[in-house]
C-alpha cells in the first residue's frame, strides 16, 4: 500500500517565477491538505481540499493556489515567488468517511528553494 | 484562535535517561492532540494521539495524557534510545466538524539521544 506521494523531492527557482508542486494521497483517502514548514518551524495550514473543492484555508495569500483532480491527488502552486517562500511543503490525506479519528498521514515533503 | 506552546529545544539526554517534552494548547471546544515526529530528511509520522479529556496516547514506549485541566499534552519516555533522535511536534484539530481536520503545530523540540 503506497502512502502519500509528493513530487519533485527538491526544487529551485528564482524569485517572481511560478511552482507547482504534486501531492498523490494515500490509498483510500479523498482528502488533500497542504503545509508549508519554514526552517527550524512547526508547519502551517496553508489549505485542504476535498471533492475537487478547497474547503478550508489558513492565512496564506492569493499567490498559494490549489487544486484537486477526481483521482484526489492534488496540486499546489505558488506565483510570484518570494525569497520567503523557501520552506518543506507537506501534503497530508486522509478520509473524510473515518475523519472522527483525525489522523492525517504525511508525505516526504518538496523543499523549495527560491533565490 | 487555536495555539500550541512546546518545550524549546534542542535537548539532549543520555541513552536510558527519562524524557518529557512539555506542550500545552489554547483552544475552544474540546480538541484532539497529537505528537508528531520528523526524522531526519522524512515527512512527520504520527506519533499517538488523544481525543478526549483523560485519555492517554501511547506508542513505541512514548505517552502523553490529555489533561483539559492544564490544557497540556505532555510527552514522555521512560528510557530513551539513539534512535529517538528526531524532531518532536506536538499538535491540535479542532473539535469535530464535518472535514475539519486543520492541524495547528507547535515549533517543534529537537531532541538528540548521546550513546
Known amino acids: 500500500d503506497a502512502g502519500v506521494t509528493q513530487s519533485p523531492t527538491h526544487l529551485i527557482k528564482t524569485r517572481g517565477q511560478q511552482v507547482t508542486l504534486r501531492c498523490s494521497p494515500k490509498s483510500g483517502h479523498d482528502t488533500v491538505s497542504w503545509y508549508q514548514q519554514a526552517l527550524g518551524q512547526g508547519p502551517q495550514f496553508i489549505f485542504q481540499y476535498y471533492e475537487e473543492e478547497e474547503r478550508q484555508r489558513g492565512n496564506f495569500p492569493d499567490r498559494f493556489s490549489g487544486h484537486q483532480f477526481p483521482n484526489y491527488s492534488s496540486e499546489l502552486n505558488v506565483n510570484a515567488l518570494l525569497l520567503g517562500d523557501s520552506a518543506l511543503y507537506l501534503c497530508a490525506s486522509s478520509a473524510q468517511a473515518r475523519s472522527n479519528t483525525y489522523e492525517q498521514y504525511f508525505g516526504p515533503g518538496t523543499r523549495l528553494t527560491v533565490t | 484562535g487555536n495555539s500550541v506552546t512546546q518545550m524549546e529545544g534542542p535537548v539532549t539526554l543520555s541513552e536510558e535517561a527519562f524524557l518529557t517534552i512539555n506542550c500545552t494548547y489554547t483552544a475552544t471546544g474540546y480538541p484532539s492532540l497529537f505528537w508528531y515526529v520528523q526524522y531526519p530528511g522524512e515527512g512527520l509520522q504520527l506519533l499517538l494521539k488523544a481525543t478526549k479529556a483523560d485519555d492517554k496516547g501511547s506508542n513505541k514506549g512514548f505517552e502523553a495524557t490529555y489533561r483539559k485541566e492544564t490544557t497540556s499534552f505532555h510527552l514522555e519516555k521512560g528510557s530513551v534510545q539513539v534512535s529517538d533522535s528526531a524532531v518532536y511536534f506536538c499538535?491540535?484539530?479542532?473539535?469535530?466538524?464535518?472535514?475539519?481536520?486543520?492541524?495547528?503545530f507547535g515549533t517543534g523540540t529537537r531532541l538528540t539521544i548521546i550513546p
Open positions: 499538535a491540535l484539530a479542532e473539535a469535530p466538524n464535518f472535514g475539519n481536520e486543520k492541524l495547528t
